[in-house]
Nanobody
Framework: VQLQASGGGLVQYGGSLRLSCAAS????????MGWYRQAPGKQRELVAA???????NYADSVKGRFTISRDNAKNTVSLQMNNLKPEDTAVYYC??????????????WGQGTQVTVSS
């Protein structure tokens, strides 16, 4: 199973970015999908997650600004980030809890995409 993330970049304070992540491989089903981020010198933290039924969960710091969505048919998850702030600067990682065909369920991670917000 592989997760390919895209959409990071440099944006000014108050701007927007959209991150996308596609899972591929021997996928039987995907449970939760979501995004974590890690800023320099800080621990990785959950940004947003979404269940297979479409129920989202957000970190308090991004509520009202970020929106997570997924397409179960395409095995993709997206994160629309609006009103970005310098403190959102981090490497963003997508993840998925995947039940692999003829195997067990495990957590898989994308390669990380840099988001930089200038003040």
């Amino acid at each position: 199973v592989q997760l390919q993330a895209s959409g990071g970049g440099l944006v000014q304070y108050g701007g927007s970015l959209r991150l996308s992540c596609a899972a591929s491989g021997r996928i039987a089903s995907i449970n939760d999908m979501g995004w974590y981020r890690q800023a320099p010198g800080k621990q990785r933290e959950l940004v947003a997650a979404i269940t297979s039924g479409g129920i989202p969960n957000y970190a308090d710091s991004v509520k009202g600004r970020f929106t997570i969505s997924r397409d179960n048919a395409k095995n993709t998850v997206s994160l629309q980030m609006n009103n970005l702030k310098p403190e959102d600067t981090a490497v963003y990682y997508c993840y998925a809890r995947v039940r692999v065909i003829s195997y067990s369920t495990g957590d898989y991670w994308g390669q990380g995409t840099q988001v930089t917000v200038s003040s």
